[in-house]
């Protein structure tokens, strides 16, 4: 009986040290691949171009003719 009170006494007072261990790792891999999401969204869109630009230079004519 003291043996497991003993044991859940240690979970307790190390949850803090158990979650910086588990949590760093974690946000690091995060940040990495955030970072490899948006340079292959970079790359794809230099690659594939979808008209965007078309689209912003027809809204741009369209909003001087109102003015």
């Known amino acids: 009986m003291i043996k497991v009170l003993t044991v859940l006494a240690c979970v307790f007072m190390l949850q803090g040290c158990i979650t910086k261990i588990v949590t760093v790792p ?3 891999a995060y940040g990495v691949t955030k970072g490899v999401v948006k340079g292959t969204a ?3 869109d230099a690659v594939i171009p979808d008209g965007d630009d ?3 230079k027809n809204k741009e004519d369209k909003d001087k003719d109102q003015e």
């Open 42 to 44: 970079a790359v794809v």
């Open 54 to 56: 078309d689209k912003d």
């Open 26 to 28: 974690v946000k690091a």
